[in-house]
């Protein structure tokens, strides 16, 4: 992996293909390494790039408070260092909302939009009060707390379960801790979404119970033009559960460059 300093944070990232673009944001609380299997169906096609987010993988973390919007700020840098002004830019779950706060502040660099298993919408006033008690019970008893609670709900496919939990495993208190708040805090940017003057394709799975479809089925009936790719029994890692499915559906972006 490479590291470059960006926003007072070391940040990593691997690189991957060849073609146009494309930066991959992982889901919380996970790191680069959750792009494993489906990397290699999209690198004869784009240029991949894969951070590990702030405070994740071998990226630092910081223990003052940071927002999503912060985050998407480290992707510009990114591609500041890396002299690459546009790019499609996708995440999974809370790396979409990455990819949205990143679509927000730096639309003209958007060559497209992929969420996958992702919503625009914020949390609700219990789903921030969840994320402080769970931010508070993991700074008691460690990021064992999110293993335990998030990776039944993942998939059904222990093997994918198994392989994640190893991820979240790794991952740095502080880290699990800042990004939970920096969900909590995040803008609705469902109505900012709909303005999209880029191609946008939703990969989601019709048996995701973290986020379910219907958030985006709502993104769909907000933005008639963005493309939904359903991938039948998928839970919420199809890039995982469904790899060549998952990648064929973000290729629907270069389709539409
Ligand atoms: C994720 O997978 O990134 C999280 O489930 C997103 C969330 O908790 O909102």
Do not use: C
């Not at 912060?70 to 996708?90: C, F, N, P, Q, S």
């Not at 019970?137 to 039944?152: D, K, L, N």
């Not at 989601?204 to 958030?215: K, Q, S, T, V």
């Not at 039948?232 to 629907?252: D, Q, V, W």
């Amino acid at each position: 992996m490479e590291i470059i300093s960006v926003n007072g944070i070391d940040l990593a990232y691997a690189r991957h293909g060849r073609g146009t673009p494309l930066v991959l944001l992982h889901g919380f609380p996970l790191d680069h390494t959750a792009w494993k299997e489906v990397a290699p169906f999209l690198e004869n096609d784009f240029n991949l790039f894969l951070p590990d987010l702030r405070g994740f993988g071998q990226s630092t973390a910081i223990e003052t408070s940071y927002s999503i919007s912060d985050m998407a700020d480290d992707i510009a840098g990114l591609l500041d260092h890396l002299r690459v002004e546009k790019a499609v830019v996708v995440g999974h779950s809370m790396g979409g909302y990455v990819a949205l706060a990143f679509a927000r502040n730096y639309p003209q660099r958007v060559l497209g939009l992929g969420l996958i298993s992702s919503q625009a919408a914020a949390d609700t006033p219990e789903g921030k009060e969840r994320r402080y008690k769970i931010a508070a019970e993991v700074a008691e008893q460690g990021v064992m707390v999110v293993a335990e609670s998030m990776t039944p709900k993942l998939s059904s496919d222990v093997r994918v379960r198994a392989f994640v939990r190893r991820i979240i495993e790794r991952q740095n208190i502080s880290a699990v801790i800042g990004a939970l708040k920096a969900m909590a805090g995040r803008e609705d940017l469902l109505a900012h979404l709909s303005t999209a003057n880029f191609p946008v394709v939703l990969v989601h799975g019709d048996a995701d119970m973290l986020i379910p479809i219907e958030r985006a089925n709502e993104i769909k009936a907000a933005l008639p033009s963005a493309q939904m790719v359903e991938i039948s029994g998928a839970g919420h890692m199809p890039m995982m559960e469904f790899p060549s499915k998952t990648a064929r559906g973000l290729s629907l972006l270069a389709d539409r460059l």
